[in-house]
């Protein structure tokens, strides 16, 4: 396997593709083809995993119910540190996120959200490294082998990450181009609170509600304090997230923040509940 493609940067063509990028890689890297603001990043590839773990013996560990000799093989695999340094040092200064990118992620049978690790504010190549690992491990998780035992395939082993420069998000939360209550596809619903996204996400805070319809007009809002969207940024959100849904032919789950400096999307897949 060539280096060049174990560790390639978010706007690289080769990036978009999810058997080689995952599902959250391969996303991102169409967004930036579209020209939709992501932030600066990387991928550490399906393939580099797959140099990085013996892969006969994981997945015969898999197939015999071996969960824990699976996990210690993953634990024990290395990724490559100085490809992974090179493309860190290309980044901005300051913390990473270092997020999970299955290739079997998200389709029309399943979902995959929220099953694999992500690590947040991470300062250090050796951080970035211990995190890749941990990436790669949360894939084998007692909850994950058994929804892929369900939903997939135990032969899905293929995990890429992505590290991504964190946002130093005033607001962020969640769209949806798509209404998940009433599946309403005239509407688009926002999810919005102060600080970084992951506490609307994981529910640490009580965000605020907003539905708008395509024109971008707000029709209904439920607001927690002090209101956190304003009618233009609604109204920008909601032009992006259907370019989104456009573009990938299907109602979308879109993870978004706004810093001083505008709007970033950082995460789009298909809303699979409709």
């Known amino acids: 396997m060539s280096d060049a493609l174990l560790v390639l940067d978010l ?3 080769r990036t978009c593709d999810v058997r080689r990028a995952g599902g959250k890689g391969a996303s991102l890297a169409n967004m930036i083809r579209n020209g939709i603001r992501v932030p600066p990043g990387f991928v550490v590839t399906a393939p580099a995993f797959v140099q990085a773990v013996d892969g006969t013996a ?20 290395q990724p490559p540190r100085d490809l992974v340094k090179q493309a860190y040092d290309r980044l901005p200064a300051g913390p990473v996120a270092v997020r999970s990118s299955a290739c079997a992620e998200d389709g029309d049978a399943a979902s995959y959200a929220g099953q694999q690790e992500t690590f947040l504010f991470v300062r250090d190549l050796d951080d970035v490294l211990r995190a890749i690992v941990g990436c790669w491990l949360s894939f084998f998780s007692e909850r994950a082998v058994f929804y892929r035992q369900h939903k997939g395939s135990l032969d899905d082993v293929a995990m890429a990450v992505v590290v991504q420069r964190m946002v130093d998000a005033t607001k962020s939360g969640v769209l949806f181009t798509v209404d998940p209550v009433t599946r309403r596809r005239d509407r688009v619903v926002v999810e919005a609170a102060r600080g970084i996204g992951e506490q609307v996400v994981s529910g640490q805070v009580t965000p605020d509600h907003y539905t708008i319809d395509h024109r971008g007009t707000v029709k209904r809002r439920r607001i927690a304090g002090e209101r956190v969207m304003s009618d233009d940024e609604l109204a920008e959100l909601t032009l992006l997230g259907l370019k989104l849904a456009e573009l990938n032919g299907c109602p979308q789950d879109i993870e978004w923040a706004y810093d001083d400096t505008g709007l970033y999307m950082l995460q789009s897949r298909p809303v ?3």
């Open 11 to 13: 706007d690289d063509p």
């Open 58 to 77: 994981l997945l015969s560990a898999l197939q015999a119910g071996d969960l824990d000799m699976a996990r210690e093989l993953v634990a024990s695999a």
């Open 272 to 274: 699979t509940t409709v």
